[in-house]
């Protein structure tokens, strides 16, 4: 149980284009999804939190009109990068909140904008 | 706020060796702490969680960690190091439930050497 899902795996864009990542609970209900930037070498950077039905919440320094979040289901929080630029190339990772004591990771998501 | 410091950005042993790795927290309330690993270019998987139960926490794959307020630690250990467990090990604290913020450290890579 606790299974995230997410897709795509790898997604390759040409800069100035968007791009939307899917993060999907596959067993249970999480009405709480984070999103995560990972940097090569370095630790995980809390990007948002997505609250299903209201609008997410951003740390402090991440630009909410560049990461679109959306959560409309207990089980799908999408990500979309608008006007994507080299600088935004990374691993994104999301994860659900399960049983309100635990968060469950997806795969990951590789990045990379030309 | 909380804060979590992992002492060690690479640790490596020998298969069969014992496993430990180092983890100390800062937090304004009861903690929630965390470990997880991380394979190349895959998400997080939860190996323990200390939730303020039991001290002693068992997780996933043989591997413990133990709560220790005084000392404000939750190091993670494994009497015999597998090769299968060369990874990067994360610790993370949140201020309680699974919808609080976790607060990562920098991580420690674990090399098992033959």
């Known amino acids: 149980g606790a299974v995230v899902s997410q897709h795509p795996s790898r997604v390759i864009c040409k800069s100035g284009t968007s791009v939307k990542i899917e993060c999907r609970s596959l067993?249970?209900?999480?009405?709480?999804m984070f999103w995560y930037r990972q940097f090569p070498k370095k630790s995980l950077m809390l990007m948002a939190t997505s609250n299903e039905g209201s609008k997410a919440t951003y740390e402090q320094g991440v630009e909410k009109d560049k990461f679109l979040i959306n959560h409309a289901s207990l089980t799908l929080s999408t990500l979309t990068v608008t006007s994507a630029h080299p600088e935004d190339s990374s691993f994104y990772i999301c994860?659900?909140?399960?049983?309100?004591?635990?968060?469950?990771f997806g795969p990951g998501t590789r990045l990379t904008v030309l | 706020a909380q804060s979590v410091t992992q002492l060690g950005s690479h640790v490596s042993v020998s298969e069969g060796a014992l496993v430990l790795l180092r983890c100390n927290y800062s937090?304004?309330?009861?903690?929630?702490l965390f470990w997880y690993v991380q394979y190349p270019n895959q998400g997080l998987q939860l190996l323990l969680k200390y939730t303020s139960a039991a001290t002693l926490v068992k997780g996933i794959n043989g591997f413990e960690a133990e709560f220790k307020k005084s000392e404000t630690s939750f190091h993670l250990t494994k009497p015999s190091a597998h090769m299968s467990d060369a990874a990067e090990y994360f610790c993370?604290?949140?201020?309680?439930?699974?919808?609080?913020?976790?607060?990562f450290g920098k991580g420690t890579k674990l090399t098992v050497n033959p």
């Open positions: 993370a604290v949140s201020g309680g439930g699974g919808s609080e913020k976790l607060v």
């Open positions: 067993d249970f209900q999480a009405t709480t």
């Open positions: 994860s659900a909140d399960r049983s309100r004591d635990t968060q469950y």
């Open positions: 937090s304004s309330v009861p903690p929630y």
